[in-house]
Each structure stands twice: as structure tokens, then as C-alpha cells.
């Protein structure tokens, strides 16, 4: 059984399928029934690509693998079962002979004033398809408008993280909202405002110097404002205050500072370096033989460092996938296990259009060269979609870009704080799930009653459609999050958050000169299952039917914690059955 369908868990299930050939059962538990290649989320962003290009059937690509969807929230080693929640919220139960636990990473948040509020990531589809509608978004808005301070509050961006992701995002977004100004003109003088900060002295500093130049060369030739040595000091809705003391205007924050083991893993109860799982060489979790772990999830030994542990990248997790599944078929006894070891062959960072940096088998190379280079690698490794990305590049250098919003994610869809960043945020899900109370929604109307409403029927319907009212009318507030009540904090120092009810707003200054009440609902979106084994539905199955789901599958009504699954949301307009 495998857990995640990032780049370690799919190699691995890949590799395991293959070496098989059927002879023995698989199965992938994943939230969502694709693989993501998060190299080329950039570029989805700035509508280069289509989403569906980045996102590889499992189904269609693991013939012999049972796909499973559904989210994590429990794992009992001594049982060997794997408790978890389908995107409808019902429970059910897997039992595994072996585990490879490939959860993946998620968000880094620090403990700034505001940003948790204010910024969204850019780990998963869900928050690359907000950002570019939210760019699109405030240009027209911006060439609209008659304020010039409201002009370029809107026309400024700012990202904080210059490593792989931060860099390629504001390199993509200079050129994306240049191309976009051409139709949408701004006010004489004015033009988009782009900001990379962070605190670390040189763009990509854990890259060669020679390519932390290139790219630090080309955004500032694109006009990104590069700040090192700068970070956030607070974030409101109105901008950001920086660590020198400067209040920029924005509406715009975007947060790359890096990324944190998944939560799952703290609640393994096993040895953790640094939120990360400890294993062996041989990518074995130490007592635990028929457990595994490989990618971001896991503390993996780097034989070349003594000492070290290994970086949580993409290269790294694409090739412990593929040694934890030789691994894992050694342990059945085909094959011999091996430790895990690696050789850089060279890394490649995307800036948009012809230009890249790329240092292939240690060469440095800038310029057309190296955009050739890094478009020819992101193809080879694709698992999939390989033409479609081929077209779509194509197409892009022949015909002009479209940039269209289709409000599809809303802000409070894709919080910062969220376990889950591949998963969008509903409004609400199975009536009478406790899940639906915990959901990630938005502040509630000013024009209220006062009363703490559950998400979901008529009062939901009427939250969704205010709220969609004002962001046209230019109102898009960041999520209101009551602050959690204390409680005791699990392994790993990390405090949990009670379920807080939803309280009402005051509406911002964009509402009012909309003449709009609107707002969201805020609860603390939280991972299914840290509430704690109460209330588990689903008992483990007969011995000896590994990967299979077993025991009784209940909705999770009244399990404390439930991950809020996506539902039906009634409207007056549309019949009350099914999804609307």
C-alpha cells in the first residue's frame, strides 16, 4: 500500500506495478485520481499551460494499481491499517502487508501577523488556478478604476521566497501582467509592480552562483523588484509591512517560503528530524521493517554527507520512489534491497518565455540555450502529457495569450494554513457532518443576524452569492479566522486548533463603496483525523486481504476533526438534489 501520489509515491507505485506484473496487489491512496507535476504549476498560473496538462491520469498511467481516493488521517502500525476519509466524507479502513508512506509536504507558515490571513501558497492546482484568476482579476480592476492609489495597490505583487518556486513565479508573472496591460492599459505612468523578497542574501541561494546571477539578472531586466535581506514584518488586506520598515500597497501575497513535512507524519508516533520521518539508508523506518518512507516525508540518510539528511526536492523524490519500491520487493524476496544514493545531474529553473538557468552535469548555461535545456528536460520527465505540453508551448509562441478569470477558486477556497493544499475548499459538505463546521469558508455578512450559522442550506447560498457579488464589484476581503481556543499540543509542538463558530465581520472599505454587505465564513480548515481516533468507523477486514478496504464504510458524522468533503450547496434556482 502507498500513501500519496506525489513524486516519490507515484515512481514507487510505477516501479512496484512493473516489477510485479500482477503478481501482487497494489494499492494507492491519494486525494485526488492525478499526479501533479508541480515543475510546471508556474506556468498554469500565467496561462501558458492548461491545467490538465500538469495533471497525469493515475488511473490511465497504473494499469495494475487500485486507486483509492481518499485522504489519510489515521495509520496503526501495530494493526498495520490505514484509517482514512473519501471526498464524500465517508470512512473506511485498508489493511497493507508493506507501507510506503509518501505523503508529500505542505505550506511552511511563520509566525507573521497577517499572513496566514492574507497569503495563499502555491502548492496545488487549487492555488495556482486562484492566482491566476486574482492576477487577471485586479489588472481589470486596476484599468478600471479612477483612484490612482487604488491603481497601484491593485498592479502590485508581492512574492516572498526566492528559491525555485518564488523565482519562476514572479519571472512567469512580470511577463504574464506585461502581456496583459496591452489591452487593459493602466493610468499614464503606471505599470504592474512586481516584488521578490526574502531573507537570504542572493536569489536561489541553495543553487550555484552562476545560475543565482542569470536569474537574478533576468527579473530584474523583466523589472521585479529583487529584495534580499527583506521579508514580511506584518500583512493586512490593504499591503504588506516589510522588515525595513516600508508599507507597500497591495492586494496581492504570495508565499513560497518553503515547504513542511505533511501532518500525517507527526502522528505516526515514530522518531521525527525536524517534522520529517527518520529511515534507514535503505528508506526503512527503524523497528518497523514492512513500513517504508521516501520523499519530503521522510529524513532520508545522504550517503555523500555523512551526517546529512537529503533535501526535500523533486529529484530526490522522484528517485527514492523508485528505490523504495526495489526495496519493497526485496523484503518479499524478489531482488536485493539497496541503499539509497544520488549524483546531481544538474538542475534547471524556469524564467518564462526563451530564457532559464540550467546547470545540466554541472555546466552552466543562460539564455535561449538554456530554455531549450529545461523545456527538453521537463518533457523527458514528464510521466505524461507530453504532446499536449509540446502544443501548448507551441501554441504560445505563436499566438498571443488569453487571459480570462473564470472565478472557479475563490480565496477562501485555498487558505494558506490548509493540510491539504491539492484539495480546494467547499462551502460546506454532507449535511450534518461535523466536517462542514471545521471547513475552510469566509467572513460572515455584516448584514447578519448575529447568530452562529452552520454552513450549508439557504444562509450559505446567500454568504456565496454576496460574497461573489462584491469581488466583482472589486471587494475580495482575506478570510476572518476567529482565533482558536488553546488546547494541548500533539508530537511535534505543533498546537491544534479547536473548532471555532463563525462570527461575524465588519465589511472593508471596498464593500462599502460597492454599497455591497458581503463577507465569508472563517473556520480553521483542518487535516481529517487530528481529532484523535474517536468515533472511528470501519473495523480492519479479514487477515491476509492486504490493500483491501475493509470493515463497515460509515459517514464520518460526529467524528471530531472529519475533513470537510465536498457536498451538494442547495440554490433557490437549481433542484435540491444533487450537486449544484
Same mark, same amino acid.
Given at each position: 500500500m502507498i500513501v500519496g501520489a506525489g513524486?516519490?509515491?507515484?515512481?514507487?507505485?510505477?516501479?512496484?506495478?512493473?516489477?510485479?506484473r500482477g503478481k501482487a496487489e497494489i494499492t494507492l491512496l491519494n486525494p485526488t485520481d492525478y499526479f501533479l507535476y508541480l515543475?510546471?504549476?508556474?506556468?498554469? +498560473?500565467?496561462? $501558458?499551460?492548461?491545467?490538465?496538462?500538469?495533471?497525469?491520469?493515475?488511473?490511465?498511467?497504473?494499469? @495494475?494499481?487500485? =486507486?483509492?481516493?481518499?485522504?489519510?488521517?489515521?495509520?496503526?502500525?501495530? +494493526?498495520?491499517? $490505514?484509517?482514512y476519509t473519501d471526498p464524500e466524507g465517508v470512512e473506511g479502513t485498508l489493511e497493507y502487508? @508493506?507501507?510506503? =508512506?509518501?505523503?508529500?509536504s505542505v505550506n511552511k507558515l511563520l509566525p507573521i501577523p497577517g499572513v496566514a490571513e492574507h497569503a495563499h501558497g502555491f502548492r496545488g492546482m487549487p492555488e495556482a488556478l486562484y492566482l491566476r484568476d486574482h492576477v487577471v482579476r485586479q489588472i481589470e480592476l486596476a484599468a478600471a478604476t479612477d483612484d490612482p492609489e487604488d491603481c497601484a495597490a491593485r498592479c502590485t505583487f508581492v512574492v516572498v521566497g526566492a528559491g525555485y518556486t518564488g523565482t519562476e513565479v514572479a519571472a512567469h508573472g512580470a511577463m504574464f501582467t506585461d502581456s496583459m496591460v496591452r489591452n487593459h492599459p493602466l493610468r499614464e505612468g503606471m505599470r504592474p509592480r512586481w516584488m521578490l523578497l526574502d531573507i537570504a542574501p542572493r536569489v536561489l541561494p541553495e543553487l550555484d552562483e552562476r545560475l543565482s546571477a542569470t536569474a537574478d539578472r533576468v527579473l530584474r531586466r523583466r523589472g521585479v523588484e529583487v529584495r534580499m535581506g527583506t521579508s514580511v514584518k506584518e500583512a493586512t488586506h490593504d499591503g504588506v509591512l516589510l522588515t525595513d520598515g516600508e508599507f507597500v500597497r497591495s492586494r496581492t501575497l504570495v508565499w513560497c517560503v518553503g515547504v513542511r513535512p505533511d501532518p500525517l507524519v507527526e502522528r505516526t508516533g515514530q522518531p521525527l528530524e525536524r517534522g520529517r520521518l527518520v529511515v534507514d539508508p535503505f528508506l526503512q523506518v527503524p523497528g518497523r521493517p514492512e513500513v517504508f518512507a521516501c520523499g519530503d516525508a521522510a529524513a532520508v540518510p545522504d550517503l555523500n554527507r555523512p551526517g546529512a539528511f537529503t533535501p526535500m526536492t523533486a529529484q530526490h523524490a522522484w528517485r527514492q520512489g523508485k528505490a523504495a519500491a526495489v526495496n519493497v520487493a526485496a523484503s518479499c524476496g524478489v531482488g536485493e534491497r539497496r541503499p539509497y544514493r544520488h549524483r546531481d545531474l544538474g538542475f534547471v529553473v524556469d524564467l518564462g518565455g526563451l530564457q532559464a538557468a540550467a546547470d545540466p552535469f554541472g555546466v552552466p548555461l543562460s539564455g535561449p540555450l538554456a530554455g531549450a535545456v529545461t523545456h527538453g528536460y521537463h518533457l523527458a520527465a514528464m510521466p505524461g502529457n507530453r504532446v499536449r505540453v509540446a502544443a501548448d508551448w507551441l501554441l504560445e509562441a505563436v499566438l498571443p495569450r488569453q487571459s480570462v478569470q473564470l472565478g472557479l477558486v475563490r480565496s477562501w477556497s485555498v487558505p494558506l494554513d490548509t493540510a491539504s493544499p491539492e484539495l480546494a475548499r467547499v462551502p460546506g459538505g454532507p449535511r450534518g457532518q461535523e466536517g462542514d463546521k471545521t471547513g475552510e469558508a469566509g467572513e460572515k455578512g455584516a448584514a447578519g443576524s448575529g447568530e452562529a450559522d452552520e454552513l450549508g442550506g439557504e444562509r450559505l447560498t446567500e454568504i456565496i452569492d454576496n460574497t461573489e457579488k462584491a469581488q466583482l464589484a472589486g471587494a475580495e476581503p482575506a478570510p476572518h479566522r476567529p482565533a482558536p481556543e488553546p488546547t494541548a499540543s500533539p508530537p511535534g509542538g505543533e498546537p491544534q486548533r479547536s473548532r471555532p463558530e463563525p462570527a461575524e465581520s465588519r465589511p472593508g472599505p471596498a464593500e462599502k463603496s460597492a454599497g455591497k454587505s458581503a463577507g465569508k465564513h472563517s473556520g480553521k480548515a483542518r487535516k481529517a483525523g487530528k481529532g484523535g481516533k474517536a468515533g472511528r468507523a470501519g473495523k480492519p477486514g479479514k487477515a491476509g486481504e492486504a490493500g483491501k478496504p475493509a470493515g463497515k464504510r460509515e459517514p464520518a458524522a460526529g467524528r471530531r476533526g472529519a475533513h470537510p468533503a465536498p457536498g451538494p450547496v442547495r440554490r433557490d434556482d437549481t433542484p435540491t438534489q444533487g450537486d449544484s
Open positions: 513524486f516519490a509515491g507515484y515512481r514507487a507505485a510505477r516501479t512496484l506495478s512493473r516489477m510485479s515543475p510546471l504549476l508556474p506556468q498554469v +498560473a500565467v496561462g $501558458v499551460l492548461e491545467p490538465r496538462r500538469v495533471a497525469v491520469s493515475l488511473s490511465g498511467t497504473l494499469r @495494475r494499481v487500485q =486507486l483509492v481516493l481518499g485522504e489519510a488521517d489515521d495509520i496503526d502500525m501495530d +494493526a498495520r491499517t $490505514v484509517h502487508d @508493506r507501507l510506503v =508512506l509518501a505523503v508529500g
